[in-house]
């Protein structure tokens, strides 16, 4: 699992954003800024070993990814529903869950939802969001 950025030069900086999280960095060099976004998606997981990589398009697009997809859909899901302003009670009750902790554990990497079950967590936080799967053929940064 990948999430697509941009990235650009705005006056002296170089800015990172990845849309569907809703984060942005700045560097000063576009290595810099791969660099620092990498870097703030491994502290935001907060989990031992978790690690990211940048892959980067010849224009100003690039991918972030982990072979541990578990963190990265846990990530989404919890910032998505920060995003939103919702507690883990609503979401749960959104989903028709007797309890918060059912919904918990995805935002915690403890359950992995399967494809289906990904895209009603999703309508469930942000119901303006779809799952737009795409094939990918960027090759990692050195």
Same mark, same amino acid.
């Given at each position: 699992? @990948? =999430?697509?950025?941009?990235?650009?030069?705005?006056?002296? =900086?170089?800015?990172?954003?990845?849309?569907? $999280?809703? +984060?942005?960095?700045? %560097?000063?060099?576009?290595?810099?800024? =791969?660099?620092?976004?990498?870097?703030?998606?491994?502290?935001?997981?907060?989990?031992?070993?978790?690690?990211?990589?940048?892959? #980067?398009?010849?224009?100003?697009? =690039?991918?972030?990814?982990?072979?541990?997809? #578990?963190?990265?859909?846990?990530? $989404?899901?919890? @910032? #998505?529903?920060? +995003?939103? %302003?919702?507690? +883990?009670?609503?979401?749960?009750?959104?989903?028709?869950?007797?309890?918060?902790?059912?919904?918990?554990?995805?935002?915690? %990497?403890?359950?992995?939802?399967?494809? %289906? #079950? $990904?895209?009603?967590?999703?309508?469930?936080?942000?119901?303006?969001?779809?799952?737009?799967?795409?094939?990918? +053929?960027?090759? @990692?940064?050195?």
């Amino acid at each position: 699992m @990948r =999430f697509s950025g941009t990235v650009y030069k705005d006056g002296k =900086f170089w800015l990172a954003e990845i849309p569907i $999280l809703d +984060l942005m960095t700045q %560097g000063r060099t576009r290595k810099e800024a =791969f660099e620092m976004i990498a870097d703030m998606l491994e502290t935001m997981v907060n989990q031992d070993g978790f690690s990211v990589e940048v892959y #980067k398009d010849r224009n100003n697009t =690039f991918e972030v990814g982990s072979s541990e997809s #578990k963190h990265l859909v846990s990530l $989404l899901i919890q @910032r #998505k529903r920060e +995003l939103s %302003g919702l507690s +883990l009670a609503q979401v749960a009750s959104r989903l028709g869950m007797s309890s918060r902790n059912s919904y918990a554990r995805y935002e915690q %990497g403890k359950s992995v939802p399967t494809m %289906g #079950k $990904l895209n009603e967590l999703l309508h469930a936080v942000s119901p303006n969001t779809d799952i737009v799967i795409g094939e990918s +053929l960027i090759s @990692r940064v050195e």
